[in-house]
């Protein structure tokens, strides 16, 4: 499928993955994901390539790769890995959104409607079988603006499921208080300029590069409540924003009454591995 680009829109050239082959040589990585010392698994780039088009009317880059498990370290019962994905550029898609802040990268009901249509924060990581990683990636973001700065920051979490197996599992549910462990990030992007020949055009590209989640995802999940966002999907409750790995709840406390999207939640630390101080709900 591929949408027309307009100005301060994305190209999501899907087709465009259909002939890449994932037996191309890594473009960067394997990049190991360690929990406590244990290797989680590793997080692999096949495919970081500039999609221009020829006319030079659109600039922009396809990315492709994923994650994959090592087994050394098994994700305890009801918990469930997904990508969680935002955005920070000079130039947003969205009519709501403001250059230089962070959203989470969903796809909205349309450019001036902020409301994600699934009601899921988590990024589309097409869990198809045999796609070669236990939670593949890829995205294919472009701009018509001839001056553009982008960084997109893609977050390994550990998701707790809802107490009802029935319910959708990416759906949000306002109230519930679903943890989301942010378990490291990948982070990524382009930039369009002029380059040393006088063109314009897509500039030389990093590598992507892993880092520490640290308070990411809190801020791409307070910009949506409070700067014009989804704040049913993101906001209401419905997720406690953790970092590290899911583990073993120890002294228990009540839950904040206050805004509820880990902006209180207290993290004890030990070899590495993040324990929560609040009241134990038992996952599904």
Do not use: H, K
């Not at 990581?125 to 982008?150: V, W």
């Amino acid at each position: 499928m591929i949408v027309t680009v307009l100005p301060r829109r994305l190209f999501l050239g899907l087709m465009f993955f259909s002939w890449v082959a994932w037996e191309t040589p890594a473009y960067c990585g394997p990049l190991d994901v360690f929990v406590g010392g244990v290797q989680l698994g590793t997080f692999t780039v096949e495919t970081f390539v500039d999609t221009s088009s020829q006319t030079g009317s659109t600039f922009g880059v396809a990315i492709q790769g994923g994650f994959q498990e090592s087994g050394n370290l098994a994700l305890p019962a009801g918990y469930e890995y997904r990508w969680i994905q935002t955005v920070n550029t000079s130039a947003p898609i969205n009519d709501w959104q403001s250059a230089g802040q962070t959203y989470v990268d969903r796809s909205r009901v349309s450019f001036s409607d902020p409301t994600v249509a699934d009601q899921s924060p988590f990024y589309a990581s097409f869990r198809q079988p045999g796609q070669g990683y236990t939670l593949p990636f890829l995205d294919n973001p472009a701009r018509t603006e001839t001056s553009f700065t982008g960084t997109w920051n893609l977050t390994l979490a550990a998701v707790q499921a809802p107490t009802n197996p029935s319910d959708d599992f990416d759906a949000s549910q306002p109230g519930s208080g679903r943890d989301i462990f942010a378990i490291t990030t990948f982070t990524w992007g382009f930039s369009i300029g002029t380059r040393p020949d006088g063109t314009i055009g897509v500039l030389p590209l990093d590598p992507p590069t892993q880092r520490d989640p640290d308070d990411l995802l809190t801020t791409a999940f307070a910009n949506e409540v409070n700067l014009g966002g989804d704040a049913r999907t993101f906001g209401g409750g419905a997720w406690t924003l953790l970092n590290g790995f899911p583990t073993v709840v120890v002294n228990p406390i009540p839950e904040p009454t206050s805004i509820v999207m880990g902006l209180s939640a207290v993290l004890l630390s030990a070899g590495g591995l993040s324990f929560s101080r609040r009241r134990s709900r038992p996952a599904a």
